[in-house]
């Protein structure tokens, strides 16, 4: 059944992780606006290998050098990838803090 998903879009569902093991078939994966903090939060990202659109826009991912190499060496197996949207602005990074320091606080008080 999972093989038949071809898109998915997840944005803003503020996701710390996702587990996509099922989905090996995916051309697109929308993950814009959530809690994402590297690749590593996409479980089964590596089995992913017909993307061809990637947006992790707006998430907790820092672009320093560590990550990007990081990245770098995870993607370079994806051969069909035409688009990868990583970028983030510096009020959308502060308004992602803010927003999982509240969703933190809202879990916090449920225990």
Partial sequence: MFSLILHLD???????KIPLQKFQNLKVLRLRGNLL?????IG??????AL?????RDNMI???QKNIN??????????KLVYLGLWTSSS?????QRRRQ?????????R
């Fill in 70 to 79: 990081q990245m770098a060496r995870r993607l370079k197996s994806m051969n």
């Fill in 92 to 96: 959308a990074e502060e308004s992602q």
């Fill in 102 to 110: 509240s969703m933190m606080l809202v879990a916090a008080s449920a």
């Fill in 44 to 49: 089964g990202f590596d089995s992913l290998l």
């Fill in 37 to 41: 903090t590297s690749l590593k939060d």
């Fill in 62 to 64: 820092k672009l320093d």
């Fill in 52 to 56: 061809t659109a990637l947006d992790l």
């Fill in 10 to 16: 997840l944005d803003g569902q503020l996701l710390i």
